[in-house]
Structure formats: C-alpha cells, structure tokens
C-alpha cells in the first residue's frame, strides 16, 4: 500500500518536475531580469500543467453529451487568457521585464481557471444551461 502511493505521488509530479527542468534551471528570485523571466515562466508552465490535468479529469467524468461543451468553453478560455494578457502587458513587451509580466498574467488567469472546471464536477454544472 505505501509503495502504491509512492508511485502515485511521483506520478502525479513528474510533470511539475518537467516544468521545473524546462524553464527552473535557470530560474534565480530576485536575480537577473532573464532569471527572474524564467522564474516567471516556470510558474506558468507549472500552472498550465496542474490545469491541463485538472481538464483532463473532469473531461473523463462528464458524460459524453457534456464533453463538446467543456471542449468549447475551454479553447475559449484559453484563447481569451492568451489575448487578454497580450493585451494587458503590451506596454512592456520591449522591456526586459516583458516576458515575467505577461507568464505571471497567464499564471494568475490559469490558477483562476481551476474554480470554473470544478464547476463542471458540481449540482452547478454549466451542463444544465444548454
């Protein structure tokens, strides 16, 4: 038993691990503005991972009549996300702190995004509107 919830928990972090080797090497808070991008974009990779398999779950426990839906509101959101963040740091893209600001501006979107796919697993279930 212990060994199987071992295995669980590697599992399930291995792709935080794979956000940290892509963009954590070089990641240093408070260093360079080159580091403290990377820092920045590390976290949105570790947040688009813990997302996409957070997606990835509630897809498998919808039924299959409510899957498109999902699948449209998520590309959506997504699309939305990326805009509205390209939008909201366009002021800074030529500065060096241009890439920390727009990755932590995904980062937040993303973490807000948690709240609106646990919706889908609730009596609340956006399901019920179509």
């Given at each position: 038993m212990r060994r199987a919830a071992w295995l669980l928990l590697a599992w399930a972090a291995a792709p935080l691990q794979a956000a940290w080797a892509q963009a954590g090497a070089a990641c240093v808070p408070g260093g360079t503005a080159e580091q403290v991008n990377a820092c920045a974009l590390r976290d949105f990779q570790a947040a688009d991972t813990q997302i996409g398999m957070l997606y990835s779950d509630v897809m498998r426990a919808l039924a299959a009549h409510e899957r498109p839906?999902?699948?449209?509101?998520?590309?959506?959101?997504?699309?939305?996300?990326?805009?509205?963040?390209?939008?909201?740091t366009r002021a800074f893209e030529q500065q060096a702190e241009g890439p920390r600001r727009y990755h932590e501006c995904l980062t937040e979107k993303t973490l807000e995004r948690r709240r609106g796919l646990m919706r889908w697993l609730s009596l609340d279930t956006p399901a019920r509107d179509e």
């Open positions: 839906q999902l699948r449209r509101e998520h590309t959506g959101w997504m699309q939305q996300r990326n805009a509205g963040c390209k939008q909201a």
